[in-house]
């Protein structure tokens, strides 16, 4: 196992695998711990030598799983694969909601206002989810910076033509030229009209037979999750959507929205913005490749596909020496601000139990590394009696409901969760 260094004054030395002079220096005190995984420590000493190596970093990045590969001529020095948050379109769909049914219930006088928005003030605007991905990516490459002297990082970004994708998924002719301009709701006014044209102004469930003229909109998945969006939309008569909505009918299999096509956008409008922002952190080191050569490179040299092996190829270096292991990691949410639950609890006379604790509660915080009985794991639930839910990072649950008695803490939380897998463990 590889045990990463810092000189006295924190910066990244070659790592080492002399677990025994590591041992030794932690032992005589020049050495201190710096973080438990992956292992590294910072000499309180000196160094009389330093030599270094060229270090190339491979970024596979990615919508959900990025993928880091920190490679020299011969060997592999760090792989990863780190899985992004996916929840902050729900949570901010899930707060706009809360807050404009409190502005309702309390300042009803209050007046719309729809010239206030941030992306009309700033030039350069992006949503938040995607925000929230890209500081994630930069935060990746900062950790891997901190404890290996890099020096040469490329990046994979890939750019998709969803307009394409939207054509071969419908079965349609490829658009080309002129044609991405002439979008499906050319000529319309709005989406409902567009909707309602496209389904020939024909209940999409019962085919006209209710009689009912009257037609309304209906979301296939909920506005919060699915969007606006004309392929989360289907015409319904007024009686087959109450009768729907009240539980007494179900759509046909056949209405269903076409596969989501998020990850795609995402990509496409995170690209450049990334890169730029890379570029201005560590000027003259990074560069850019393309997704066909990644692939190229990996079945020329017979290697598996994952997000890791991908890295490896993008650095440069498909045939150094694997690693042997990697660190899954997993990026959560710094803070939860929600005061109150949404909903009340039954038999709370309809009172709404405070949501936040004590950040600390016996010592031990939300997503701390403990041990359990030779296991670790750490802490994805608390109450304020002391006992916690333990999980692992892909979820499995180790105990729901175990005392603080019985828990060894291992290291604190981080906004990013890591621990490590032997080669050829799945996530």
Not at 131 to 136: A, D, P
Not at 154 to 171: H, I, N, P, R
Not at 312 to 325: F, N, Q, T, V
Not at 361 to 386: A, H, N, P
């Amino acid at each position: 196992m590889l045990v990463y260094v810092q000189d006295i004054n924190g910066q990244p030395m070659m790592p080492t695998s002399r677990c025994g002079k590591v041992r030794r220096l932690l032992k005589s005190g020049k050495a201190k711990v710096v973080q438990r995984c992956p292992f590294t420590i910072r000499l309180l000493y000196d160094p009389e030598t330093h030599i270094a190596q060229p270090i190339d970093l491979g970024i596979d990045a990615g919508s959900k799983t990025i993928g880091v590969s920190a490679c020299t001529d011969k060997r592999e020095l760090y792989a990863a694969e780190v899985s992004l948050r996916t929840d902050v379109v729900d949570k901010l769909s899930t707060r706009r909601e809360l807050r404009r049914a409190r502005r309702y219930r309390k300042t009803r006088y209050r007046k719309p206002r729809f010239l206030n928005r941030v992306r009309s003030k700033h030039k350069g605007w992006l949503a938040p989810s995607t925000e929230v991905k890209i500081s994630n990516h930069l935060k990746t490459i900062a950790d891997v910076m901190h404890i290996l002297p890099v020096t040469h990082i490329t990046v994979e970004t890939a750019s998709f033509d969803t307009q394409l994708l939207k054509a071969t998924l419908d079965g349609n002719t490829p658009p080309q030229g002129t044609d991405y301009q002439r979008g499906e709701q050319l000529g319309f006014w709005n989406v409902r009209e567009y909707v309602l044209c496209r389904d020939d102004h024909t209940c999409q469930c019962c085919k006209g037979r209710s009689k009912d003229k009257i037609l309304n909109v209906h979301h296939i998945e909920s506005r919060k999750t699915g969007g606006d969006s004309p392929d989360n939309l289907v015409t319904l008569c007024e009686t087959c959507h109450r009768e729907y909505h009240a539980g007494v009918i179900k759509l046909p299999a056949s209405i269903k929205r076409r596969p989501n096509l998020r990850d795609a956008a995402f990509m496409s409008s995170m690209r450049w913005a990334f890169y730029e922002r890379l570029k201005t952190l560590y000027p003259d080191m990074v560069s850019m490749t393309c997704g066909y050569l990644t692939k190229n490179t990996r079945i020329r040299h017979g290697l598996a596909k994952t997000h890791a092996i991908d890295a490896r190829c993008i650095s440069g270096h498909p045939d150094a020496e694997p690693l042997g292991y990697w660190y899954a990691q997993k990026k959560v949410r710094c803070h939860n601000r929600k005061l109150h639950e949404t909903q009340p609890r039954r038999g709370s006379n309809g009172e709404r139990r405070r949501t936040q604790s004590a950040r600390v509660i016996k010592g031990f915080r939300l997503y701390d590394c403990v041990r359990l009985e030779k296991r670790v794991c750490f802490i994805f639930g608390k109450r304020t009696s002391g006992y916690f839910d333990l999980r692992l990072l892909d979820g499995t649950r180790i105990n729901s409901g175990v005392s603080y008695k019985k828990l060894t803490l291992l290291e604190h939380s981080d906004t990013t969760l890591t621990e490590r897998r032997l080669q050829g463990c799945a996530v």
